[in-house]
T-cell receptor, first 115, second 111 residues
Framework: DGGITQSPKYLFRKEGQNVTLSCEQN?????MYWYRQDPGQGLRLIYY???????QKGDIAEGYSVSREKKESFPLTVTSAQKNPTAFYLC??????????????FGEGSRLTVL | SQQGEEDPQALSIQEGENATMNCSYK?????LQWYRQNSGRGLVHLIL?????REKHSGRLRVTLDTSKKSSSLLITASRAADTASYFC???????????FGTGTSLTVIP
């Protein structure tokens, strides 16, 4: 089935460690996004990519890094510089690369907890 | 922040009743979308309404858009227990290349 796969679903990290969240899509979508969701809040954009080898910062990019080496993959690294990384992370994709004119397709999310 | 806001934050109704939630936003938009999120899951797209449309229907869903007031409403008719979820609006402004999500309405439908 076509869709977006995020892994791991749950992740625990010690302070000072970097962790990488995986996001893979087989929808042949150009654009991919990473959002952060905190309890009781909406989604905030971390990074987005509209084409391979190119990505832009969202509203809360500090302490995060991404890469887009393949169209189907958009991994997110949460670095030790991110001061409050405990959150629910959502990856999404969209078929349009010229701007968001269509719907977003979401993965099931990864819950990161810092111990 | 360009993020929208949903109202109410939480809503509890009996099965069979209608549920109405509202979304307000701050800038001119190309379109507005509504998404649903079950607890601990990803978001699922429900419906998209373009800035030149005023009302749209999809099954038990009815969405309205008032661009002069920068607001939208989502009506779920004849609610079911399975409609229990959080509902978010998302806008894409005329400028920029990203979506902005509201803070969500948590809907509980009591059987």
């Amino acid at each position: 089935d076509g869709g977006i796969t995020q892994s791991p679903k749950y992740l625990f990290r010690k302070e000072g460690q970097n962790v990488t969240l995986s996001c893979e899509q087989n929808l042949n979508h150009d654009a991919m996004y990473w959002y952060r969701q905190d309890p009781g809040q909406g989604l905030r954009l971390i990074y987005y990519s509209q084409i391979v080898n190119d990505f832009q910062k969202g509203d809360i990019a500090e302490g995060y890094s991404v890469s887009r080496e393949k169209k189907e993959s958009f991994p997110l690294t949460v670095t030790s510089a991110q001061k409050n990384p405990t959150a629910f992370y959502l990856c999404a994709s969209s078929p349009t690369s010229g701007g968001p004119t269509g719907e977003l397709f979401f993965g099931e999310g990864s819950r990161l907890t810092v111990l | 922040s360009q993020q929208g806001e949903e109202d109410p934050q939480a809503l509890s109704i009996q099965e069979g009743e209608n549920a109405t939630m509202n979304c307000s936003y701050k800038t001119s938009i190309n379109n507005l979308q509504w998404y649903r999120q079950n607890s601990g899951r990803g978001l699922v797209h429900l419906i998209l309404i373009r800035s030149n449309e005023r009302e749209k229907h999809s099954g038990r869903l009815r969405v309205t858009l008032d661009t002069s007031k920068k607001s939208s409403s989502l009506l779920i008719t004849a609610s079911r227990a399975a409609d229990t979820a959080s509902y978010f609006c998302a806008t894409d402004p005329n400028t920029g290349n990203q979506f902005y999500f509201g803070t969500g309405t948590s809907l509980t439908v009591i059987p």
